[in-house]
């Protein structure tokens, strides 16, 4: 082909006498493709490509606006959207661009008005799921002349602000938001400093739960004032309650998960990583009643007492996610084992479980192995590529794997040998990471093989983190080589995780 948009047709005509080919060749133009065509390959593009092309010709500008292509809209261009100069353009963008096809919207703080809220209110009647990112204001505007919100909002995410109070804009919106399905409220955990500061309750919770009775997930992320009446005010409210997510609340202590579970009967979901759970409040919850499935207890400081406790009274339990814990050891796995709780088990991430042996990992994955889609054994020094090698046979169904540590090691990690066992183990694969050191993995002049392996069998792996080196540069253009250019990632950018398997994953997904 000359050049990108240049098709070469070869017909063929058979005439009258049967000895007779006619062979014509024709060039077809991008432009003689209809435009229905086109605007499904627009539709692979990002907003920011799609306005680029507006720019080539007045067709594909005509293409390019067509509101079929606008239905989830970022305007926060610090995180993947673009960039609205004014008030004034946003608002033409409402009613020309956007309109009735509108489906999602994320807006920064300097987007938020009761103006822009109106506008959508009254042009985007179809408007289902807001993002509102408060997170870098310093001043609200003014809200005591709105009177109007969209009302058919089944996703909302809010970020919120360290210092600016909400309740001004709040209490405008109550009246509207009566029928959120899913609430996110991010707080500032990943931006907090070290040195201590004054919490301010930014949100009033218990005014919002009273405004949001079907509620069925619940996620809030970081929030630095959250603790466990919260909890207890969502669960009074909320009797249709799924998945409860508190993830990095360090507040919350566990004083009110009794209450939580006995009111929440179809709370299959909860996430709890990075709080300040006390083992004698877990202790007390009717955990043998519950209908939990997945649940999230790393980084917390439960004692080994504890989780034998909480994990051979769960009968149901196929999400287990319970790295960082001192008190995880092999008596925790043994005692679970042969309470029968693990029966439904599908998915078990034990990151930086230190006092866990390879022996007790072993005896545990030999027997229940067949049964995970997802094994996490990261951040343990002691489990090298002689456990995994081991235990991957019997890994089958395995969809994601995630395993070495970050630390240098005395041993070195045989990698072509463990990406054969892979590749003819797990032929399910979706995401794998090796978190060994660069330093710490060998292989040969022959890697290749191992690595084409892995390629073929593994037609559905997604996603392949490694540490940056050599290895990650001759895993990548082996992929890249095959067109697979999206796949081999580094761990500076890219984590893997087990959260995939979630049942509501997709309503725990915000920014």
Known sequence: MDNWNVLTAHQSAIGGRDDVN????????????????????FSYLSHREICRLARVCRRWRQIAYDTRLWKNVSLRPEVSGLHVGSLESLLSLIAVRFGPTLRYIELPIELITHTVLHELSAKCPNLTHMLLDFSTAMQLHDFSEMQAFPTKLRYMCICLSEVIFMEGFMRKIYNFINGLEVLHLIGTYEKCEEEEEEIYEVINVHKLKSATPNLRVINLYGINFIDDSHIDAFSSNCIQLECLAVNFCNKVTGSTLKTLIQRSKRLTCLLMNGTSLKSEFVMQVDWDKCALQELDITATDLSTECLVDMLTRIPNLRFLSAGQINGFNDTVLKQWMESGMTRSLMSIDLDSSDNVSDDGLQKFLTRHGQQL????????????????????????????????????????????????????????????????????LRFSDKSQKAIDLLRVKCLKLRCMVLSDGRYYETVKANFERADRVTVVRTTTCCRVSPYHLLSNYNDLIFN
Not at 22 to 41: C, G, N, R
Not at 429 to 436: A, N, Q
């Open 373 to 440: 889609s997802a094994c996490c054994l990261s951040g343990m020094p002691h489990i090298t590529d002689q456990l995994w090698m081991s235990i991957l046979p019997v890994l089958t169904n395995a969809k994601i794997l995630v395993m070495g540590t970050s630390e240098k090691l005395g041993v070195n990690i045989h990698v072509d040998q463990l990406m054969d066992t892979i590749a003819s183990s797990c032929g399910n694969l979706e995401r794998l990471e090796l978190r060994w050191d660069p330093d710490n």
């Open 22 to 41: 006619l062979v014509s060749k024709e060039k077809l133009t991008i432009e003689k493709l209809p435009d229905k065509v086109i605007l499904q390959i």
